[in-house]
């Protein structure tokens, strides 16, 4: 048994490490996605361009790096001790159903409930 807990800890880092890698290779494809699907509130509006005058690059894509980063982080905690996992699943599995909110139309498919006619 201890040897599929192994086994499965290391497909969960390589997917961690593989989904971070893939974000920071594909930055401004990352960045065009979360354009897309997130909007920034009134309220952190000036914070955001703050940032983006600071950095020099749209706050979209300073988000995408950072997403990719911390994926790769959390990848190799998961990878390199047994104890920093549950600190780390718990961040990486709210960060994965962010993730598949963001990118499925899920949405969509349950808002359409199907209509009864004649009744």
Known sequence: MPAFITFGRILFAV???????S???GIQATADLLAAKVTIPAVVAPYTQQIE???GMPFMQL???TIG???IVAGLMISRRPSGLRKT???GNSLAHRTTWLR???I?????????SGR
């Open 104 to 106: 499925s139309d899920l």
């Open 108 to 116: 969509s498919g349950i808002s359409r409930r199907p209509t009864t």
């Open 89 to 91: 699943n718990m961040s």
């Open 15 to 21: 997917l961690f490490l593989y989904s971070g890698a």
């Open 63 to 65: 988000l995408a790096i």
């Open 53 to 55: 005058a600071a950095v």
């Open 69 to 71: 980063g911390f994926e």
């Open 23 to 25: 974000k920071l290779f």
